[in-house]
């Protein structure tokens, strides 16, 4: 069973998401177990004028959480919206900060584009544990519009990260129109890669005589993502400058690469 404690502090973290102001949540989960009462009683349990009680009032009025101001004088006995009103308040909330970063991740290749970093530094960030990672990997596809490098071993790279979450990774890559070209060292792994590569939207080739390594990199927007399976970690650098010479070598071994 849930403490009442419990219940005061899920709705206050609720009405805190909204907003509201310590008077005005204090205000609202006062009422709730009160249920109607005067200003006066009000102004009595907040500590606070009845001057201010109207303030909080009203500032309850602007949620959409009281109604109060329009009623008669005789039946001037506050009482807030019932907790339901809250729930359908949280909803609209989430969906609008879901509208509002699909939106912003639709035009962050385009905000990134205009970016220069100028004297700013280098910003690097070591990304750790499952979650990170898998975090890490789809930004590669959230902050690009058309195209994201992928250089190293494939098949250390897919087993760090799972089968799974790489097949999930593809499907919205593909939905969004974002194509990679990859430059991989051989291995049998990769032969599914090659039969799929215009239905995935890929580019492979593959850098036959390099010496075998685990690690790769992704290079996209004006950031680059080093996998170390082993650890397993990755290493985040964000310098436009690094992103050059990289890009620089990337496309020299690509020339230098075969097609399968």
């Not at 177990?33 to 006066?40: K, M, N, Y």
């Not at 907790?83 to 909803?91: A, N, Q, W």
């Not at 890490?136 to 089968?163: C, D, N, P, Q």
Request: charged share 25%; with cysteine; net charge positive.
């Amino acid at each position: 069973m849930v403490s009442k404690i419990s219940f005061y502090s899920a709705l206050n973290k609720s009405l805190e998401k909204l907003g509201l102001t310590n008077h005005e949540r204090d205000l609202y989960c006062l009422s709730l177990s009160l249920g109607p009462a005067s200003v006066a009683v009000l102004a009595e349990h907040l500590k606070i004028s009845q001057p201010n009680v109207y303030k909080v009032i009203r500032g309850l009025e602007t949620h959409g959480l009281a109604i109060f101001s329009n009623k008669k004088k005789y039946t001037k006995r506050f009482i807030v919206e019932p907790p339901t009103i809250v729930m359908d308040l949280i909803r609209k909330h989430q969906e609008s900060i879901s509208q509002t970063r699909e939106q912003l991740t639709m035009t962050m290749p385009d905000l990134l584009a205009l970016y220069k970093q100028g004297e700013l530094p280098t910003k690097a960030s070591i990304l750790q544990g499952e979650q990170q990672i898998r975090n890490a990997f789809a930004r590669t596809y959230e902050e690009v519009k058309h195209e994201v490098l992928y250089f190293g071993s494939w098949s250390h790279f897919i087993k760090m990260l799972s089968h799974e979450i790489g097949e999930q990774t593809i499907d919205r890559r593909v939905a969004h129109g974002v194509c990679v070209r990859g430059l991989l060292l051989p291995a049998e792994e990769n032969a599914r890669l090659f039969k799929n590569q215009g239905k995935e939207l890929r580019e492979l080739r593959t850098l036959k005589g390099a010496a075998p390594f685990t690690t790769s990199f992704h290079l996209f927007s004006n950031k680059i993502l080093f996998w170390q399976p082993n650890a397993p970690l990755a290493l985040l650098i964000e310098d436009e400058y690094l992103i050059a010479m990289f890009r620089s070598m990337f496309e020299w071994m690509w020339k230098r690469s075969e097609t399968e």
